[in-house]
T-cell receptor
Framework: GAVVSQHPSWVICKSGTSVKIECRSLDFQATTMFWYRQFPKQSLMLMATSNEGSKATYEQGVEKDKFLINHASLTLSTLTVTSAHPEDSSFYIC????????????FGPGTRLTVL | TQLLEQSPQFLSIQEGENLTVYCNSSSVFSSLQWYRQEPGEGPVLLVTVVTGGEVKKLKRLTFQFGDARKDSSLHITAAQPGDTGLYLCAGGLYKLSFGAGTTVTVRA
């Protein structure tokens, strides 16, 4: 149980285009999902918290107009990188919070974004 | 924000040796999680420790949660090349704070 999928697993795009990444909880409902960014050989950096039915909460320094988050259902959150630039190239990982007594998050396999 | 410090940052050992990774904080955590991440993949949850002083075993991996719930350790016995990866500790209520990670390399 507690499986999270991400799509696509990798994407290459031209500078100036927008890219959408999907995050799905496959076997549980997640009212809260999280989006992280990870640079090579570094830990995860939280970008934003995605709440079903409400606006996402962004961490300090993350541009909300550049990284659009939509949590349309209890099993799907999307991250759209708008007008992507080479500096947006990174590994993006989502996680879904499993409701319960203990706060546990289960992670997707990640999406490698390369902006040319 | 609750900070978690992991040490060491890098660990390279020979197959069959033991290793320990530490995760420390000045804050009290209601629970701590340990994840392992392989290159190009998302972190995989290994264990969650909840009770102060708790010890959990997962095959050759032993996890401890400090009595004061401010620190934790991961010990691997007789490490194998398959144990190679980035080990992350994380904790927090609602939003997770992550340690910087420990890159473990087990040489055959």
């Amino acid at each position: 149980g507690a499986v999270v999928s991400q799509h696509p697993s990798w994407v290459i795009c031209k500078s100036g285009t927008s890219v959408k990444i999907e995050c799905r909880s496959l076997d549980f409902q997640a009212t809260t999902m999280f989006w992280y960014r990870q640079f090579p050989k570094q830990s995860l950096m939280l970008m934003a918290t995605s709440n079903e039915g409400s606006k996402a909460t962004y961490e300090q320094g993350v541009e909300k107009d550049k990284f659009l988050i939509n949590h349309a259902s209890l099993t799907l959150s999307t991250l759209t990188v708008t007008s992507a630039h080479p500096e947006d190239s990174s590994f993006y990982i989502c996680s879904a919070r499993l409701p319960g007594f203990i706060d546990e998050q289960f992670f997707g396999p990640g999406t490698r974004l390369t902006v040319l | 924000t609750q900070l978690l410090e992991q040490s060491p940052q890098f660990l390279s050992i020979q197959e069959g040796e033991n290793l320990t990774v530490y995760c420390n904080s000045s804050s009290v955590f209601s629970s701590l999680q340990w994840y392992r991440q392989e290159p190009g993949e998302g972190p995989v949850l290994l264990v969650t420790v909840v009770t102060g002083g708790e010890v959990k075993k997962l095959k050759r991996l032993t996890f401890q949660f400090g009595d004061a719930r401010k620190d934790s350790s991961l010990h691997i016995t007789a490490a194998q090349p398959g144990d190679t990866g980035l080990y992350l500790c994380a904790g927090g209520l609602y939003k997770l704070s992550f340690g910087a990670g420990t890159t473990v390399t087990v040489r055959a």
